[in-house]
């Protein structure tokens, strides 16, 4: 059983800066990928940024350059710096990762409860 909850999520005005955190906790024995996603009203939940455990990132296009993201493997903890907020980032930002459980095999995926981010003009 594996929990992952978000938060830092808010309100901040175009141009602004937001740090979201992911802690992990639970019966884990390891954390391999940790990524964040997002869904925006009317829309479908898409990639944002992930990692791997080796610190491997990949970003979605729209965020090159704006965010960065990160994570603490002792705090099993995955970070998102969000910089030069548009509107368009307004969305809940959903943590992703996958663990592996004390006495699994395979890793599996889990996700958090999401947080709320708005950007107003």
């Known amino acids: 059983q594996v929990q992952l909850v978000e938060s830092g999520g808010g309100l901040v005005q175009t141009g602004g800066s937001l740090r979201l955190s992911c802690a992990a906790s639970g019966s884990i024995f390891s954390i391999n990928g940790m990524g964040w996603y997002r869904q925006a009203p009317g829309k479908q939940r898409e990639l944002v940024a992930l990692?791997?455990?080796?610190?491997?990132?990949n970003y979605a296009d729209s965020v090159k350059g704006r965010f960065t993201i990160s994570r603490d493997n002792a705090k099993n903890t995955v970070y998102l710096q969000m910089n030069s907020l548009k509107p368009e980032d307004t969305a809940v930002y959903y943590c992703?990762?996958?663990?592996?459980?004390?006495?699994?095999?395979?890793?599996?995926?889990?996700w958090g409860q999401g947080t709320q981010v708005t950007v107003s003009s």
């Open positions: 992703n990762a996958y663990v592996l459980v004390y006495g699994s095999r395979t890793s599996k995926g889990y």
């Open positions: 990692i791997t455990s080796g610190g491997s990132t």
